[in-house]
């Protein structure tokens, strides 16, 4: 309660110190860890708001809301291999649950993903799977991208 009504009144430092106290305190309560990433992610500190979603992952399954969270962190964090991975685990996971609006999304987000990475087979193998649903100018232009560095790198 208080670390919500520090939250809540916008008391960041209060909220972070008090975050601290609990994760050092109480290491084993996934709860707490989930409020630290929280109150990182508060102030936009998304390397921190990872290692509490990670540390909270070790100790409980996560939703398909924080999988899919912990991908994003890893994107905005700049770990383009572990998003992609993330994202397809998470595509794997709940495909059954998705429109194929939804997936094609998905897709898209992957395919960059790996193409961030400098992973151009990934990125081209997943711009494939969603070329076989749809034309789509999004994937074809990555696709066009994925061919033509191909070609100045001398790769088949």
């Known amino acids: 309660?208080?670390?919500?009504?520090?939250?809540?009144?916008?008391?960041?430092q209060?909220?972070?110190?008090?975050a601290r106290y609990l994760t050092r305190t109480y290491p084993e309560d996934p709860g707490w860890w989930k409020a630290m990433a929280h109150v990182h992610l508060?102030?936009?500190?998304?390397?921190?708001?990872l290692a509490a979603m990670l540390s909270y992952s070790y100790l409980t399954?996560?939703?398909r809301e924080e999988s899919r969270l912990v991908a994003d962190l890893y994107l905005s964090c700049n770990i383009p291999d572990s998003a992609a991975r993330?994202?397809?685990a998470w595509l794997a996971q709940h495909r059954g649950t998705l429109s194929?609006?939804?997936i094609l999304e998905r897709i898209k987000v992957i395919s960059r993903a790996w193409l961030s990475a400098g992973n151009l087979d990934q990125a081209l193998a997943w711009v494939e799977k969603g070329l076989a649903k749809t034309s789509d100018k999004e994937l074809l232009g990555i696709k066009t991208y994925v061919l033509a560095t191909r070609k100045l790198l001398n790769k088949p």
């Open 1 to 12: 309660m208080l670390l919500y009504q520090y939250l809540s009144l916008e008391m960041k």
């Open 42 to 49: 508060t102030d936009n500190r998304f390397e921190k708001a």
């Open 14 to 18: 209060k909220a972070l110190a008090y």
């Open 61 to 63: 399954p996560l939703t």
């Open 86 to 88: 993330q994202y397809e």
């Open 100 to 102: 194929e609006k939804q």
